[in-house]
């Protein structure tokens, strides 16, 4: 049995993280919100630990050399995800170089940090693209809570079509949902996974709170449906959800979807909806619609990979400079708005 770092009790559960993941779009930043919002839990917005670190372990070296975690606080604290953190970085620093000495290790005394400076004794953290990571993460903390949000996937899909950074076709939208939630849902086995359904979050969500907080050994607090106003919040996503919370969202896929979109989304995902407890509306894509539908899906994928590639030489050449790589991925983001933006001469 271990102590707290933040009470010096013995306490495991205090030392388990709580991770929110699924699919992009699937409502994890207004569930983050809501768990923020308890008194005693503290989870911070998207720290991307195990694609912007974990996964270069190699580059940055054994952790239980000070020096190779001195060049990863250097690299790392700068990154987006921890600036807007709003903690004084100076005393973190020596925290990390103290206490990280291995990765799992190194995000934990990060997020342990966060809770102590928002005065909260349970800590966990909000990244969509975890749900890659889950079972790591579960070995890293034996105890851990994964809490997988789902989405109707005509919904995400939905609402990734009308974002700059997402992908501008249906189906490598779609696959985008099924990779998440089908990685995820590999921690099902685990005693402290907990599946929650968007469209429940939202229609019951003083409810759905309240099982959440009984999985996590918590008490309800009506603190959690009570909007509140983030300055970190600069995506206009962002900012709608720390708004009331609301059903007007639910099945948008109706209007703003084709016919054809949502035949090829349930194309590739039917065989998995019922998993998570959403029917297929039943029409079938035709051979030409799928072909279409392929083809769109592959040339966004080679134009997205053409326009990332400063990013990814970046992470080849240079592995250990985070902010170079989000740098590049920033200017690939601006050149692909300004495009959008630009009207087509006519020939």
Not at 242 to 248: A, G, K, N, P
Not at 280 to 290: C, E, N, Q, V, W
Request: hydrophobic letters at 40%; charged letters at 25%.
């Amino acid at each position: 049995m271990t102590s707290s770092p933040l009470l010096g009790i013995e306490e495991p559960r205090l030392n388990a993280p709580i991770f929110i993941v699924g699919a992009p779009r699937s409502g994890t930043t207004l569930l983050r919100n809501m768990l923020n919002r308890h008194p005693s839990i503290a989870i911070c917005r998207e720290t991307d630990f195990c694609r912007l670190v974990f996964r270069r372990q190699r580059a940055f070296g054994s952790l239980s050399d000070v020096r190779n975690r001195q060049r990863l606080v250097k690299q790392y604290l700068p990154t987006r995800g921890v600036q807007r953190m709003q903690i004084d970085l100076q005393a973190l620093e020596p925290t990390l170089l103290r206490e990280g000495t291995s990765y799992a290790a190194f995000f934990a005394s990060l997020l342990r940090f966060y809770a102590q400076a928002y005065g909260k004794r349970r800590y966990g953290e909000k990244t969509p693209r975890h749900a890659l990571f889950t079972e790591t993460l579960c070995e890293w903390y034996p105890g851990a809570t994964i809490i997988h949000l789902v989405r109707d996937p005509r919904d995400v899909v939905a609402s990734l079509l009308r974002l700059d950074w997402a992908d501008q076709n249906a189906l490598g939208n779609a696959n985008l949902w099924l990779r998440s939630n089908l990685a995820a849902h590999r921690s099902r086995h685990r005693p402290k996974y907990l599946l929650v359904r968007y469209e429940q979050l939202v229609a019951q969500p003083e409810q759905e709170l309240k099982r959440i907080c009984a999985f996590v050994d918590e008490e309800y607090s009506p603190a959690m449906l009570m909007p509140n106003h983030d300055p970190t919040a600069d995506r206009p996503w962002l900012r709608r959800a720390e708004e009331s919370v609301t059903t007007e969202r639910l099945g948008k896929w109706r209007k703003q979807l084709t016919a054809d979109q949502v035949a090829l989304i349930e194309w590739l995902v039917k065989p998995h909806m019922q998993t998570f407890g959403y029917e297929p509306a039943g029409r079938s894509p035709s051979k030409l619609t799928i072909v279409g539908g392929v083809a769109s899906a592959a040339f966004d994928a080679a134009r997205r990979r053409i326009g990332e590639f400063p990013g990814f030489w970046s992470f080849f050449t240079r592995s250990t400079d985070l902010v170079e790589e989000e740098t590049a991925k920033e200017r690939f983001r601006s050149r692909r708005l300004a495009a959008a933006a630009t009207p087509e001469k006519c020939s």
